[in-house]
């Protein structure tokens, strides 16, 4: 066994990738939660979405994107954004990538944090492959991290993915950069020095 230092300021993540390759056979559980389909998001709508359900887990990469390079993404036709509802408070996302033939991505999948162990999670990944299942689509693949919450790669595998690779992942903590607020996700101890912008609190 060995151990490489890291930098402080930056992060490293285990990634395990994971796949399927025909419909599970899964119940669909009963939710109280509302799934809604959003037409067009403006960059600045999809951001204040992917903050309010990623910054938990330091999701950061679409807050890298200029306009032009998310829009180029999520204004695509074969991507699929969805939100989750509580009445009416968003409370979740999904992103669904059809932009490869016969295939299908879970891009994005996410609730709120203090949704998490109400069985809320089973029923959105039970609509999202439901969704995601089409006549045209022989593949669905997901990805996710150990930054992620615990229970996500559990539930992945429960719902029928097979894992088939893994890699690290290195990054510089967002939250150093100031893309992220300081008070993101303080499961996971930030090293490093702020900048001015990073130590603002999260709006």
């Known amino acids: 066994m060995s151990y490489q230092d890291l930098p402080d300021g930056e992060l490293a993540a285990v990634v395990t990738f994971l796949e399927m390759s025909e419909r599970p056979d899964i119940a669909s559980p009963r939710g109280t939660l509302q799934l809604r389909r959003v037409g067009h998001a403006s960059p600045d709508q999809y951001r204040a979405l992917f903050r309010k ?16 390079k998310l829009e180029a993404i999520v204004g695509d036709p074969a991507v699929e954004l969805y939100e989750v509802a509580a009445v009416e ?15 299908c991505e879970l891009a994005f999948i996410g609730l ?28 669905v693949h997901v990805h996710t991290c ?15 993915f097979r894992a088939y690779k893994r890699a690290i992942e290195r990054f510089p903590d967002p939250r150093v950069l100031g893309i992220l607020p300081a008070d993101c996700a303080p499961q996971i101890p930030l090293l490093g020095t702020l900048t001015s912008t990073s130590a603002r609190p999260a709006s």
């Open 53 to 68: 359900v990623g910054s938990p887990w330091l999701w950061f990469s679409r807050l890298m994107m200029d306009d032009e």
């Open 89 to 103: 408070a968003v409370v979740g996302m999904l992103e669904l990538d059809f932009r490869e033939a016969g295939q």
């Open 112 to 139: 709120i944090p203090q949704l998490a162990g109400q069985g809320h999670g089973k029923w959105l990944l039970s609509e999202a492959l439901w969704l995601a299942w089409r006549e045209e689509v022989k593949r």
């Open 146 to 160: 150990s930054l992620d919450h615990p229970a996500a790669l559990p539930a992945y595998r429960r719902a029928g």
